[in-house]
């Protein structure tokens, strides 16, 4: 690699790192209530220092605070966990069309959401039974599976076989649903940030932050994961402590994730798919870089699905409907690069 | 270094690894022939610590392996497998680094130092210009070198090396083998090596081990051990010894 080379790498990935700041900013302008630059400048300051923009309207604090600085941090925060997960598991599964939902937690989670709406009424919080449902179906694989040291195949079939399980019992609920609580389960099913509240990211923006964290600083052990079994335990690598770290992490921000915003597909396969078309496979770069990006990714995406239509299409339809023909596009093109 | 071995055990369903006192010299080649199936390679892979050992001892320089953690034993022992066993592309320099795995705690990224000692290994089998080159782009003769480099990145004293010269071409394969002679002479690296191209474990092996249905059949110095008869009791057919130009050739 020359000098030349190496500057326009180093450009790029402080330039990805920088990128969902400027988003956040630009984000905070999107809606159907117009802010003036200056206007959003004064507000955001008077969070700093109340005394010094008396005047300002109520109107405009409660949009930028209470509507649409919640819903964006929670985008950025659900956004980076979703990526960096996907990354992680492909990494540890060897296999770049892993994605964050491959050990059963969607299925857990949509289950425990349904019990939630159904059973507790709309005024519990739908999160608490969606990420408890989550934790279990990834417990269940691990514990059928064997360990997390067995064969990569048999986790991922028994992923298929107890999301199948939540599946059926989602329908079992569903069957004896109120009108009322389907509609807010199929909202719900098809993710959802717009009711983002401060009270769902303290609960859950946490757990997503400490679950990236572990795997950033994990990044560089991920790619020693990914060589095979055999390669991995001849280097040293305590194979069984290693990749159940790196499948709780993941399971801990993606469920939290979930249970706060509802099942949002594409993100954990295009973003570290992306990224490693743009910066190549090393996880050290790509772990961290799929968390700015993944960020940007969604923060994007929700500020089209405000403005395209009179009427906000759910992030999870959204995400799923570009994600799958920009998904097919990168995967013919990426083909070359790693496999 | 040197490595014993005592009533080492280790089945597969079909398959017992049964071996009862056997020793390595310490910077000398040592390789282990014999039919498909023998257990040349789980052998190797129980030294390695790749496979779990279920019954025996193993010793390195009179330390007890089975004490050691896989850490320690990987800053020790380096195992070399037949291929590269992942889908991701990694840049060469990036694959050898991962080499240093055994000196690095779990959440840390490697150091300058490490890129050195990587680059050395990468020096030393002769593909430093590779470095920023895609391990996929290679051709089969540069992988297994690469493999052999990441080996080293662990500066082991014991290299095992498991069939590093099937499907090469002649040139590769007599280039893997010199460099494995340096590895013993200058490094002065214990080897450990699978083969099945008698010739060139006659040519380049300090002791051949024979080994035969999860037994070592016979062993010794390749003059003194071989001959037609030990040849048809390990591989049941008959194959005849010729000797060019000082040299032992097998002819099957």
């Known amino acids: 690699m020359n000098g030349s080379k190496i500057k326009k790498n180093r450009l790029i990935y402080i330039s990805l790192l920088i990128l969902p700041i400027f988003l956040l900013?630009?984000?905070l302008y999107i809606g159907s209530y117009h802010i003036s630059p200056g206007d959003l400048g004064k507000t955001l300051l008077s969070a700093v220092t109340p005394k010094s923009y008396p005047n300002l309207p109520q109107a405009l604090k409660d949009i930028v605070f209470r509507i649409r600085l919640p819903r964006i941090l929670l985008a950025?925060?659900?956004?980076?966990?979703?990526?960096?997960s996907g990354a992680s598991l492909q990494a540890l599964f060897k296999n770049p069309l892993v994605n964050e939902y491959i050990l059963g937690i969607s299925f857990g989670a949509a289950f425990g959401a349904a019990l939630s709406l159904v059973f507790l009424g709309k005024n519990f919080p739908t999160q608490i039974v969606a990420f408890i449902f989550a934790i279990g179906a990834v417990a269940a694989v691990l514990f059928i599976?064997?360990?997390a040291e067995s064969h990569i195949v048999s986790l991922l079939l028994t992923g298929v076989i107890i999301s199948a399980f939540f599946s059926a019992l989602l329908s079992l609920v569903e069957f004896f649903a109120s009108p009322y609580s389907l509609q807010a389960?199929?909202?719900?099913?098809m993710g959802n940030l717009s009711l983002a509240a401060w009270k769902d990211l303290a609960l859950s923006v946490p757990?997503?932050?400490?679950?990236?964290?572990?795997?950033?600083?994990?990044r560089w052990r991920m790619n020693v994961l990914s060589l095979s079994d055999e390669e991995a335990r001849a280097l040293g690598v305590d194979i069984r402590r290693e990749k159940m770290l790196v499948i709780v992490s993941s399971t801990l921000t993606t469920a939290a994730a979930?249970?706060?915003a509802g099942i949002i597909g594409w993100v954990g396969l295009i973003v570290p798919h992306l990224v490693r078309m743009i910066i190549g496979v090393d996880n050290r770069k790509v772990i961290p870089l799929s968390a700015a990006f993944g960020a940007s990714f969604l923060m994007l995406a929700d500020d089209i699905t405000r403005v395209v239509a009179p009427f906000e299409i759910p992030i999870g339809v959204f995400t799923s409907i570009i994600g799958i023909p920009l998904f097919i596009f990168l995967f013919k093109k990426s083909k070359e690069i790693w496999l | 270094m040197n490595v014993r071995i005592k009533e080492l055990e280790f089945g597969y369903p079909n398959f017992s690894l049964n071996v009862r006192d056997l020793s390595f010299e310490a910077s000398k080649i040592s390789s282990l022939v014999g039919p498909n199936g023998a257990g040349k390679t789980t052998l190797l892979k129980c030294i390695g610590g790749v496979l779990p050992v279920e019954e025996g001892e193993l010793y390195l320089n009179g330390k007890d392996l089975s004490l050691m953690k896989g850490r320690e034993r990987a800053q020790h022992i380096g195992y070399v497998p037949q291929e590269y066993g992942s889908t991701f592309n990694y840049h060469v320099r990036d694959f050898v680094l991962m080499g240093r795995a055994a000196y690095l705690s779990l959440f840390s990224t490697p150091s300058k130092e490490d890129v050195r000692i990587a680059e050395e290994a990468l020096e030393y089998v002769g593909l430093i210009n590779y470095s920023h080159r895609y391990y996929f782009e290679l051709s089969s003769g540069e992988r297994r070198l690469v493999l052999i480099a990441r080996a080293l990145a662990q500066k082991p004293d014991i290299l095992l090396l498991d069939e590093p010269t099937s499907f090469l071409d002649p040139k590769h394969e007599v280039e893997i083998m010199d460099l494995t002679a340096r590895l013993a002479k200058e490094m002065k690296k214990t080897i450990l090596i699978t083969l099945h191209n008698l010739d060139l474990a006659i040519q380049y092996s300090d002791s051949i081990f024979f080994m035969k249905k999860g037994t070592i059949f016979a062993f010794g110095k390749p003059a003194e051990i071989l001959n037609e008869s030990l040849l048809e009791n390990v591989y049941e057919i008959k194959m005849k010894i010729v000797e060019y130009d000082g040299r032992k050739f097998i002819v099957k």
Do not use: D
Request: net charge neutral; aromatic share 8%.
């Open chain 1, 25 to 27: 900013i630009i984000s």
């Open chain 1, 76 to 84: 950025l925060a659900v956004g980076a966990s979703l990526s960096v």
């Open chain 1, 145 to 147: 599976a064997g360990s």
């Open chain 1, 185 to 189: 389960l199929f909202f719900w099913l």
């Open chain 1, 207 to 218: 757990l997503m932050a400490i679950g990236i964290l572990v795997l950033i600083l994990l």
């Open chain 1, 258 to 260: 979930t249970s706060v």
